[in-house]
């Protein structure tokens, strides 16, 4: 049987709210780009804590991949994230959605501190995409509109890392420079986030019991 990890808003809102110090001071991020469907939500989140007086909203661009497949009697069917469904992890990125190379979405990227937030670092594999993908992207554009001297530095949050070997690599000058930060590691088991939950009074039950349990076996 999969072992489950339910995780609620407020956790969620908490483990950004003790993010946004580092992240404001060592990222300082100007954009913010969430990964489509688990970044949505942390990445709105964080944008409160790392708004400061006088200072406008950090823009949120969103970008959407497709790694996981949902496990059923019929076959595979492919989903971004983490679901209390059963789900097996792919092999294959797919885009669903992503910036346009010829507007302003890319243009806007350029010489920024890119924030890219997803909810959970899984195999790595879908963070490595984003990160080499936009960096190309945006490389891309630099040339074209002659602005290739403008450094565009990519960081990333995620709200929970799994404990275990990744599939996927991050670029080492982005871990050598400490721009990448997990709000919590935790063991390789699922994680059921509170916006895939159909029900979430029986989500938010299923929260406090395992909570509680916890707190038992500690004592």
Not at 22 to 34: K, S, V
Not at 35 to 61: D, E, H, T
Not at 108 to 117: A, E, Q, T
Not at 136 to 164: I, M
Request: with cysteine; proline share 3%.
């Amino acid at each position: 049987m999969v072992q489950k990890l339910y995780v609620t808003y407020n956790q969620v809102h908490k483990l950004c709210q003790l993010s946004a110090d580092r992240i404001l001071h060592d990222f300082r991020p100007n954009l913010i780009i969430a990964i489509g469907g688990g970044g949505y939500v942390p990445a709105r989140i964080l944008r409160s804590f790392l708004k400061r007086p006088g200072s406008a909203n950090i823009p949120i661009q969103a970008i959407g991949l497709s790694l996981y497949e949902t496990l059923s009697s019929s076959g595979k069917h492919g989903d971004d994230d983490d679901h209390d469904g059963e789900e097996a992890v792919g092999t294959k990125v797919t885009r669903t959605q992503w910036l346009d190379l010829s507007s302003l979405e890319m243009a806007n990227l350029i010489g920024k501190h890119v924030l890219i937030v997803d909810e959970v670092d899984d195999t790595r594999t879908t963070l490595e995409y984003a990160v080499r993908e936009l960096q190309k992207d945006v490389e891309t554009a630099s040339r074209r509109l002659g602005r290739g001297a403008e450094n565009t530095r990519f960081s990333v949050f995620v709200l929970h890392n799994k404990d275990k070997v990744k599939k996927g690599h991050l670029p080492q000058v982005m871990l050598d420079e400490a721009r990448y930060l997990a709000a919590q590691t935790v063991p390789d088991v699922w994680i059921c986030y509170p916006w895939e939950a159909t029900d979430i009074d029986e989500h938010d039950r299923l929260a406090q019991t395992q909570q509680t349990q916890q707190q038992q076996v500690q004592q």
